[in-house]
């Protein structure tokens, strides 16, 4: 996945309300909610009382969304499955997208996952005062002491924060990070070819002639390490060749493959974990606001 570190560009503007800008993020965002409403109208029709094929992997799906909430929030808060399994699937599609190579990832974009986070802490400040009263509320800034007002005050902002900047910093680092192994793979690809094809033909019929009797001796003594230099050997003096006879001018031959790799973690593996982390902060954090009703035994 490339990433533009300059930011998410501009398609157009809408021209009302001093102009509102509709860009990568959004167009990405907006096909991840249209597939997500999509895919639940798909997977919800045609429901058995004996589930089989498709059915049975979404039951599976939703009765482990289903544990992983009680377990982190407890029975009493099991009707917030929705929401927490609504912002985990539209972390990991937000951030898959980026995959398709002409979309951007929308967990890429601050914008994106700043508004998540300041929704999970619109919902908590609402359950606070709900349960305890506007002055409650207000309250719980001043304890232990009034001198911890500050404090309680700068944590209350820095909770959406902290979350917001987790999960947009691991995407997006993960992008840039992948875009600058890209580049520089594809400057040292034109930078060996050149200097394979520069002899003309000799030096890569030489790396060929090489390559093809390490992969000889890989094949007689099953010696991992002649096979890996054998093939690279053979590629870029195969390679070269063609640099030389001027088919492949300019083609990055390095720069394929590697960052693919690269992209199975950033983009597959670290995508789950955020969504993952960002999901069970917001459990832990709403549950926190929304304790356990204590039981009335009859005196």
């Not at 089989?52 to 982190?72: A, I, P, S």
């Not at 300041?118 to 719980?140: D, Q």
């Not at 390679?239 to 590697?258: D, E, H, K, M, T």
Request: aromatic share 12%; proline share 4%; net charge positive.
């Amino acid at each position: 996945m490339e990433l533009n570190v300059t930011g998410a560009f501009v398609y157009f503007t809408i021209p009302i309300f001093g102009g509102i800008p509709i860009t990568q993020t959004t167009v990405s965002f907006l096909l991840v909610t249209v597939l997500l409403c999509w895919a639940c109208v798909y997977l919800g029709k045609g429901l058995k009382k004996r589930p089989d094929g498709k059915q049975v992997l979404v039951e599976k799906g939703v009765m482990m969304l289903h544990n992983m909430v009680v377990e982190t929030m407890g029975a009493h808060n099991a009707h917030w499955m929705p929401f927490i399994g609504t912002i985990f699937l539209s972390s990991i599609c937000g951030s898959l997208i980026g995959l398709t190579g002409f979309l951007r990832s929308a967990t890429a974009d601050i914008s994106c996952v700043i508004v998540w986070a300041l929704m999970v802490t619109a919902v908590i400040w609402y359950n606070n005062i709900k349960n305890n009263g506007f002055l409650g509320w207000l309250k719980g800034f001043t304890e232990p002491i009034v001198v911890m007002t500050p404090m309680n005050v700068v944590s209350e902002i820095a909770q959406p924060l902290s979350m917001a900047f987790r999960h947009f910093g691991n995407v997006a680092g993960g992008g840039v990070i992948t875009t600058i192994i890209y580049a520089a793979l594809s400057a040292a690809s034109v930078a060996v070819l050149n200097l394979i094809s520069s002899s003309g033909w000799l030096v890569g019929a030489i790396l060929v002639a090489v390559g093809a009797g390490l992969l000889l001796v890989w094949k007689k003594k099953k010696k991992k390490a002649s096979m890996v230099f054998g093939l690279v050997s053979l590629l870029l003096g195969f390679f070269g060749l063609l640099q030389a006879a001027g088919v492949l001018s300019g083609v990055p031959i390095l720069a394929y493959g590697i960052p693919a790799v690269l992209s199975c973690y950033f983009d597959l593996f670290s995508g789950f974990v955020q969504a993952y982390v960002f999901s069970l902060l917001t459990m832990v954090y709403i549950a926190g606001s929304l304790p356990e009703p204590k039981e009335h035994t009859p005196s």
